[in-house]
């Protein structure tokens, strides 16, 4: 608990108003509150980095809903009352200017959206009636939502009548900026974007960051950005992404942000570092300080954020190419992180795992049945009913939507009565609300849900999260785990249970990294130009105006320093007028100042506007019809017909993957939106047929072209819905942990690893002897067990006699996926047969049909040094299968990358095998004398690195 001092330090920056507030409702700020509000109030961009339930949302809103409705309000109401007019005292001040738009808050899911839309009429409540009780004069700000899920009609009114603030997503707010709606959102200040790290690695992120910027050039005015986030790794890295780049400002020695941020002292960031969460090791990332050391000295006990500003240090992630000669907008970085209080527990319902799949014979006798297979669901369901019941609330995470209905239903049929409900994507947001509002009545006592209740959404006082199979990563298990006791200082309980073997050893390993926060690093992507063409269409449609082009022309260009656009009815593109013209310097700098194109050259940039302008490379791409005009003599590019429309059409980077909307039928007016269910499975449906979506029964009435019309059918049986995607798969660095857990453990003596597993891993002992269990009969069946320095290869024959090949690693199906298509091209090229692939987070399978001869040892490794020709074939210019490997073991690209002099011979002939040099140890043969690596050189030092 802070002190008294700390307390009234941290909310010294806001009004009494607010500051009263807060003290009637909390007991004192958290520490992302304490740290984080005088870095906003200082207008700096700031990346806030704490744990689930400390309020980092509030930390990130409070200055601006202090900002919004009591800015100037308190010298008005002073002057209004030594006046003697008495009459507006506590009331809301009059006379107030027309309502604009002054803070965005971006958040990558609906649900959360408006999850946070709900949270923040407390506070305005709350502020409201404290100015009504201390006759203060204030202004209540309006809230807007724009998702997807938005009703046609909210969406004009914020066009006609802005809310101060808007709460949205990337994908809407690009369909804002690419619409007569802009407008609206000239006046901007701040934006919020809540979850950050779920953005940054992908696509969708770079996306959003042309996006901002985007919406900075509209204001023609720098924005304060606040990114939060419970898992980010490194910071400095999301900080880039946040901040953006600053372009042609290289040669100003100071921005005026950074002298802002050298005000700041080190009383909060001693104060911080007492808690042993010192905000950033600066010798160890490379920081600079945001502290000058000579006014510290000078004034010691002034506030400080305990912060510290991310200067452009390309030693912290290696980016000497692509950052080091990048100027970073400063982002003052907030670390309030600390140790997640958490008490898992690994859970195997059966006793012997091994027994999953068998086929069990049933006696004979008048209730006598055909065999069935042993599944771990009929041992799953009755323990997490018991689970369910000794419990107000729970969440059960399941890693598919289809999982979770049938989850949902089971434990339905289970109980006799409505126990649980399912939760995700494919529901439609008064539906996902509707089941929301149940769990927290306490109506019901489970919600079995998917990533949907991954990201920050409040579902109130949940007891504890079950988590079936492991999580996709060590992150998404922190966030979901995370659910559970989602407010301070609270322990988060969770249970997993693992649904096969293998499954196990990837639940093992990360419950040991989400105890010491070992969360994945991220990275954002560089360059990706379907991303650049789809906002330069929409850019150049829906130009930012006249205030964001004009003075961007660099100098000693003789080019025209900038245009006066026509109004935005104009932009689309209108026939009465002519489109507007954008210069191709202010676009390139556009572009340049979001992160992911910092680095972007100008010969890459033209490359773009020259596919969007109809020049293209070969005669192959003739058909696409341009969508840009290029006037190489002005160097000014302009939209051509249509250009505004499909910028709209196709917005976003989220896949389309044709699924059919489900709405009540017989409505008679507004048509009542239920959900989504995949294209396939409506193909095959029929009317009259029933289907479960979100654990209720619906009947179809009638199908259309692009929709699903049901009537509600309780008590009915229906058929369980499928919905078919490709998920994220397992990062990288997951399956290196994966990996040396698996080596540590065979390396220890069995107690001993019984021991670790049981201690250090949250595992029941049951659980414990099944995962050693596996691994002893693994290395029964192939000598080696995959880990992080070893890949087993093995070949069998299916059940219709069809050679397959199985490759075993933990390196999850991102590196799987490209691996399996590159091998089946490299087949393909030396005339072999067509083969069919399958992945999974495990490995991949090949299968070669109608093929007597066993399958080649060679194609799956190449240890030469040229370069692969898929690189430039089915791999469409990216690095082949070996780069991405590269980095497992600190190479370069391993499609240029030599083998090691001291590669691995053969012992009887001394011949080399063809295996990639980047891995220590396989179960591949020796082409010459057929004898396993393993054995064949076991004299050999190299073969046991």
């Known amino acids: 608990m ?46 806030i980095l704490a744990p689930t339930g400390t309020g980092k949302t509030l930390a990130a809103f409070l200055w601006c809903l202090d900002r919004l409705m009591l800015e100037g309000r308190e010298q008005e109401d002073k002057g209004k009352r030594e006046q003697g007019n008495e009459g507006t005292r506590g009331r809301r001040a009059s006379g107030d200017k027309a309502r604009v738009c002054r803070i965005v808050y971006v958040s990558p899911l609906k649900a959360l959206a408006v999850d946070v839309e709900r949270n923040l009429r407390s506070p305005l409540a709350g502020i409201a009636n404290m100015a009504r009780r201390m006759g203060v004069a204030f202004r209540e700000p309006a809230i807007s939502v724009r998702t997807g899920d938005t009703p046609q009609r909210e ?22 900026l690419t619409s007569q709606a802009a407008e609206a959102l000239r006046t901007v200040d701040t934006v919020i974007v809540d979850e950050i790290h779920s953005l940054v690695p992908t696509k969708r992120g770079a996306h959003l960051a042309l996006s901002l910027e985007r919406l900075e050039a509209l204001t023609a ?120 209080q958490l008490k898992l527990h690994i859970e195997v319902p059966v006793e012997d795992m091994a027994r999953l799949g068998e086929m069990e014979e049933i006696p004979s006798g008048p209730a006598s049945q055909t065999p069935r297979r042993v599944s771990i ?179 000693g260009n003789k080019r025209p320093r900038g245009l006066d656009f026509t109004p935005s009815a104009s932009a689309a593109g209108s026939a009465d007028s002519a489109p507007p013209e954008v210069p191709v310097d202010f676009l ?40 840009l005009t290029w006037d190489r003599i002005r160097n000014v590019v302009s939209a051509r017909a249509g250009a505004a429309r499909l910028a709209i059409l196709n917005a976003g980077t989220i896949p389309d993957r044709g699924l059919y909307g489900v709405f009540l039928a017989y409505t008679g007016g507004k048509a009542v939106r239920v959900g989504e269910l995949d294209e396939e499975m409506v193909f095959e449906s029929h009317p009259n047929d029933t289907f479960i979506l979100g654990a209720s029964t619906w009947r179809i009435v009638d199908i259309t072209h692009d929709r699903v019309l049901v009537t509600p059918a309780p008590g009915e049986p229906g058929k369980m819905p499928f919905w078919k995607g490709d998920g994220p798969g397992r990062p990288l660095e997951f399956g290196q942990r994966i990996g ?39 290395a029964n069946a192939t000598g080696q067990v995959p880990d ?43 005339g072999g047969p067509e083969v069919e692939t399958l992945w999974g987070d495990d490995g991949f399978v090949l299968r070669f049909p109608d093929t007597d001869e066993p399958p080649m040892r060679t194609g799956f490794w ?44 053969c012992g009887s002939c001394a011949s080399a095998p063809t295996i990639c040099s980047a891995w220590p140890r396989a179960t591949l043969r020796f082409r010459c004398c057929s004898k396993p690596i393993a054995s064949a050189c076991a004299t050999s030092s190299t073969c046991r690195r």
């Open 740 to 778: 040396a857990m698996v080596r540590e453990l065979r390396a220890l003596p069995q107690p001993a690893a019984l021991t670790r597993l049981v201690t250090e891993h949250d595992l029941d002992p049951g659980a414990a002897e099944n995962l050693l269990r596996f691994l002893a009969d693994q």
């Open 377 to 555: 669901w009929n041992a799953i369901h009755p323990r997490l009913l018991e689970i369910i019941r000794a419990r107000n609330s729970s969440i059960l995470f399941v890693n598919a939507r289809q999982i979770a209905e049938r989850l949902a239903g089971a434990l339905n049929d289970l109980a006799g009565v409505p126990i649980a409900r399912a939760h995700h994507g494919s529901l439609a947001a008064a539906q996902r609300a509707v089941i929301e509002e149940q769990l927290k009545a306490g109506q019901i006592r489970a919600l079995c849900a998917t990533s949907t209740l991954e990201l920050g959404i409040d579902m109130g006082a949940v007891d504890l999260v079950v988590q079936i199979e492991s999580p996709p990563s060590v992150a998404s298990g922190m966030q979901r785990i995370g659910r559970a006791g989602h407010h301070v200082d609270a322990v988060s309980e969770g249970v997993l249970f693992p649904k096969y073997r293998a499954d196990l050893v990837a639940c093992a390993a990360v419950t040991r990294a989400m105890q010491e926060g070992h969360i994945e690093s991220t990275r954002f992507p560089r360059n990706p130009l379907d991303v650049l063409a789809q906002q330069l269409v929409a850019i150049v449609a829906h130009p930012p105006g006249k205030t964001g082009i004009k003075g961007t022309r660099e100098q």
């Open 221 to 340: 005015r720098p924005i304060q950005r606040i990114g939060l986030s419970a898992t980010q790794r490194p910071l400095e890295e999301v900080a880039r992404f946040l901040g953006g780049v600053e372009v042609g400002s290289a040669e100003k020695s100071e921005s005026a942000s950074q002298r802002v941020s050298k005000s700041a002292t080190h009383a909060a960031a001693a104060e911080h570092s007492a808690r042993g969460t010192l905000t950033m090791n600066a010798r160890a990332m490379n920081l600079v300080s945001a502290v000058d050391p000579q006014e510290a000295t000078a004034d010691p006990s002034s506030p400080s954020a305990g912060a510290w500003v991310a200067q452009d240090d390309s030693a912290v992630l290696g980016e000497v190419a692509d950052s080091g000669a990048l100027r970073y907008r400063p982002v003052t970085i907030v670390n309030a992180v600390a140790p997640k």
């Open 862 to 905: 190449s240890r030469r040094p040229k370069p692969c020709s898929l690189c430039s074939g089915s791999w469409a210019r990216r690095r082949c299968l070996p780069g991405a490997f590269a980095r497992l073991r600190g190479a370069r690209s391993c499609c240029r990358a030599a083998a090691p002099t001291s590669a691995r011979r």
């Open 588 to 627: 390139y700098n556009l572009v340049r100042r979001a992160a992911p194109f910092g680095a972007l050259t100008r010969a890459v940039f033209e490359g773009v506007l020259d596919l969007l302008s109809g020049r293209y490379p070969s005669d192959e791409f003739a058909e696409l019809r341009p969508r």
């Open 155 to 176: 969406r004009a009114r914020f066009a006609r009548q802005p809310a101060e603030i808007l709460i949205t997503t990337p994908e809407s707010l690009y369909l804002l």
């Open 2 to 47: 802070p002190t008294p001092d700390v307390i009234l330090q941290a909310l010294a920056c806001f009004r009494p108003v607010t500051a009263a507030w807060f003290r009637a409702v909390f007991d004192a700020p958290t520490a992302p509150q304490r740290l984080g509000w005088p870095v906003i109030a200082r207008g700096e961009n700031a990346l």
């Open 788 to 830: 992080d320095r070893t890949i087993v290869i093995e070949r069998c024959r299916d059940e219709l006699g069809d050679w397959r090949v199985c490759v075993l690693t933990p390196f999850g199906s991102r590196i799987h996926i490209p691996w399996a298509m590159a091998v089946s091209a490299r087949i393909r090229a030396a």
